[in-house]
């Protein structure tokens, strides 16, 4: 975390409210980093949630007459106007570097949260990981742009089941056999839900097979006793 902008994303992470974390003035600083942690390889923000700031990293403009050595009066308030200034510019930041994506992303969530793709998407978008969220958001964004197919499909199970297989019935186009290589959990279990209801082609049918491969004439490691589903 190397800037101020890291530190509110930080606490977004930690769903802590940006509002908590305070920002002084480094008592000791580089003047090559922005943000002054002592150890400087920390990925967790201080339980006490106040961040030192080094202000004159990229705003020394801003910051050079407010904490003059030689002035003493008024530091409580110049304290206070020191946080309130640099959640500002954190803000700005963020909202500088956001793309039109991120924005169409944010929209996608608030409309999933407020229930427009049904209450199991809603209830189910909570077992995704952060990064994982984030390729769900980017595939509804492709949807839009150019509907459903097979090959989105795919494309965001692999982001989320890395060992998957994916067959297509050769007498009937219309079905799928997904072996996802892992053992069967409800976190799992609502993450393929999820991914089959948000992009999975309305006319194909999916169906699922966890740690047990099914038997495939020809391919002799899925034909192990014990280790196959008899289909």
């Known amino acids: 975390m190397n800037y101020i902008w890291d530190i509110l994303l930080k606490a977004d992470k930690e769903n802590i409210p940006r509002e908590e974390v305070q920002f002084t003035l480094a008592k000791v600083s580089s003047p090559y980093m922005e943000i002054a942690f002592t150890d400087i390889n920390t990925s967790s923000l201080p339980k006490d949630k106040v961040v030192e700031v080094n202000p004159y990293y990229r705003f020394y403009d801003i910051f050079k007459d407010l904490f003059d050595v030689d002035v003493e009066e008024s530091s409580q ?6 946080d309130i200034v640099i959640h500002y510019l954190g803000r700005l930041d963020l909202n500088q570097g956001i793309s039109k994506e991120e924005f169409y992303k ?126």
């Open 77 to 82: 308030l110049r304290e206070v106007l020191f």
């Open 106 to 231: 944010k929209f996608i969530m608030e409309d999933i949260k407020n229930g427009f793709f049904g209450e199991e998407v809603y209830l189910n978008i909570k077992y995704f990981k952060k990064d994982e969220l984030d390729y769900i958001l980017t595939g509804l964004i492709t949807l839009y742009k150019t509907g459903a197919s097979l090959h989105l499909f795919n494309k965001i199970l692999n982001k989320v089941f890395k060992n998957n297989r994916v067959y297509i019935n050769q007498d009937n186009p219309k079905e799928m056999y997904i072996y996802l290589g892992r053992r069967k959990t409800q976190e799992l279990n609502k993450k393929i839900e999820t991914i089959i209801k948000l992009f999975l082609p309305i006319n194909t049918n999916g169906f699922i097979y966890w740690n047990q491969h099914f038997g495939i004439l020809g391919a002799e490691n899925t034909m192990i006793l014990d280790e196959i589903i008899m289909m």
